[in-house]
């Protein structure tokens, strides 16, 4: 029987060996192999988040959410942006399968070679010299762009010329964060996990150590709201932006060791078109526009809550109408809208963080390795178990994270700059986002899988589709009672319909992905779910349960939610016998 094989470019064809539907040893091992590679991402990403709350409680004490805060946020999305763009998005999810295969084909060409061979590493170097190329011309571009439009508007509005500054200091920081996460990448496909997942760390550290002493040395301090304390924090934020480069080397460096481990060396530039290049640009296309649609969804909910916010003039007096048609029309949202979303985002993306993308990470060389073989079996079975890991995790946390959330804003935000109205609509917000942590979930699962068969077209339309879907649910919300909030219930809108619609468009593009074998499965979470809501609910209505307005009131009943819903979902689960 002739072999399908898969075409490399230059470096030949990979043969396609014709593999047996695997047996329940084989599966299991491969689900229990990227369950434990998840819970060291996990684990290292737990270590990294709560750092990330530690930098976003210290930022908030001393930025607060006003201009500067919101002006900084603004301008390190930009980096973020290229970084999900091209380090961790489009290139990443198709160089991921392409260098997965060719690590293949080399270790079984030629057994007994270092884990990175020289074709697989050949092409990994021409991978990452192309991406640098890329990154140094948009960085250079997005630095003379900026410089002309503070050159050509001498009267910018004091808040946008901030954050045209800031984004100029930390643009290069696009460079540092995208190689990161691509050499990032070329580890994950060895099953090295723990650099790339320990690299976010130093950010956090480098963050919270550049503000705590900065704020020392300027003798800037919580509540004060004089002109002499926003001074002092743009003095602040322009030393913080400056460290964000210095955390980018060091980012970097820390993935080094491990490149040399698994034999991956750099090599010149002459080495960058290759015919398997080639092959990966045109996979790259439509991730690339998939995943700047969904940046350009990310810019323009920052973009939206910072031009319909409030705002001050260059003599610090409130701006609360704009002129429309003839008429005044007040802004829909408060000062320090981006600030304030930006919190609410990162309480929602602390468990994805810690299990949702930690499982997508894990699980993407595997389907990578598997999905293009002759028998799909291994590959639905790894996809299935990825698809109830995400939702044993997204059920509780979505409802959790709503229970808890009026406490864990006030506890770890309420202070220093961000005052109890401030806190109020954070929590708002926070009751969208945690809705759609179970959906997302499952979507980033889903999302490998279709690149794990090359079908990058279809996340690419969908991605459109949510645009689409976000915008229409959140343009006309910002304007109600909502205000601010209603950007957070279009996220939630958008992240519902993308997983079930991908979800069901990749089960009949598999000839069936078996989920009827998972439905009594999810049954029971959701069921273990529902009895988790009803014991924080009722442990609330308890005689003795703390009520108040201090910190320690407000530690003390999140502690009670999380241990009293995490023993009941769990006990719940057993109980049942989830898996």
């Known amino acids: 029987m002739s072999q399908p094989t898969i075409t490399l470019g230059g470096q030949g064809s990979l043969p396609q060996t014709d593999v047996a539907a695997p047996g329940p040893a084989t599966a299991a091992r ?9 819970k060291l991402i996990g684990g290292l990403t737990l270590v ?62 030629a057994e007994g070679t270092r884990p990175c061979a020289p074709t697989s590493n050949a092409f990994a170097a021409a991978s990452v010299n192309l991406l640098c190329m890329i ?80 704020a ?14 926003v001074r002092l924090q743009t003095t602040l934020a322009y030393w913080l932006s400056f460290f964000v480069l210095v955390a980018g080397v060091l980012q970097a460096a820390v993935l080094l060791p491990s490149l040399r481990a698994v034999g991956f060396r750099f090599q010149p530039v002459l080495h960058v078109w290759t015919p398997a290049i080639r092959k990966m640009l045109r996979l790259t296309l439509p991730v690339a526009l998939g995943a700047g649609v969904l940046q350009i969804s990310v810019m323009l909910d920052k973009g939206i809550s910072f031009l319909l916010m409030e705002g001050v003039d260059a003599h610090n007096h409130s701006i ?56 799909r079996g291994q590959f639905k079975s790894v996809l299935r178990q990825g698809i109830e890991a995400a939702l044993f995790e997204g059920f509780p946390a979505s409802i959790g994270l709503i229970l808890v959330r009026g406490p864990a804003v006030r506890l770890l935000f309420q202070h220093g700059q961000v005052t109890a109205h401030d806190a109020d609509l954070i929590a708002s917000s926070v009751l969208f986002y945690s809705a759609a942590i179970w959906a997302f979930s499952v979507q980033t699962i889903i999302n490998r899988a279709y690149y794990a068969l090359h079908d990058t077209v279809t996340p690419l339309v969908m991605s459109m589709v949510t645009l689409a879907v976000n915008l229409a649910v959140e343009l006309p919300l910002v304007w109600t009672k909502l205000g601010e909030a209603g950007m957070a219930a279009g996220t939630l809108a958008s992240f519902v319909a993308q997983a079930i619609v991908m979800l069901y468009l990749l089960d009949r593009r598999v000839g069936g992905l078996g989920l009827r074998g998972s439905v009594g499965t999810i049954a029971k979470m959701v069921i273990a779910t529902i009895v988790m809501t009803g014991a924080c609910i009722g442990v609330q209505r308890v005689p003795g349960y703390p009520h108040g307005e201090a910190r320690l009131v407000w530690a003390a009943q999140m502690g009670i939610i999380m241990v009293v819903g995490a023993g009941v979902y769990l006990s719940a689960c057993a109980v049942m016998r989830v898996r």
């Open 48 to 109: 990294s988040r709560v750092m990330g709350l530690a930098r976003e409680v210290v930022a908030g004490h001393y930025l607060g959410t006003g201009l500067v805060a919101s002006a900084f946020n603004v301008a390190f999305t930009i980096p973020n942006l290229f970084r999900k763009l091209f380090g961790e998005g489009a290139l990443s999810a198709a160089f991921i399968p392409l260098y997965a295969q060719a690590v293949k084909a080399d270790q079984l060409g």
């Open 30 to 38: 491969a689900q229990k192999s990227f369950v434990g590679h998840a």
């Open 135 to 214: 990154l140094l011309a948009l960085t250079l571009v997005g630095e003379g762009i900026i410089a002309a439009m503070i050159w050509l508007d001498p009267h910018m509005q004091p808040d946008r010329l901030l954050t045209l500054k800031f984004t100029a200091i930390m643009l290069p920081y696009v460079l540092l964060i995208c190689g990161t996460a691509f050499l990032g990448a070329i580890l994950q496909v060895h099953k090295r996990f723990g650099a790339p997942a320990a690299a976010p760390i130093l950010l956090n550290v480098i963050h919270v150590a550049v503000v705590l002493i900065g």
């Open 320 to 375: 609360t109408h704009f002129a429309f048609l003839g008429h005044w029309v007040r802004y829909p949202m408060e000062l320090g809208a981006p600030a304030r979303l930006n919190l609410a985002q990162f309480l929602y993306q602390f468990p994805l963080g810690v299990f949702a993308t930690a499982l997508a990470t894990a699980i993407f060389p595997n389907l990578s390795a598997v999905a293009l073989e002759k028998d």
């Open 216 to 229: 020392r040395i300027l003798h800037l301090h919580g509540r004060s709201h004089t002109p002499e304390t």
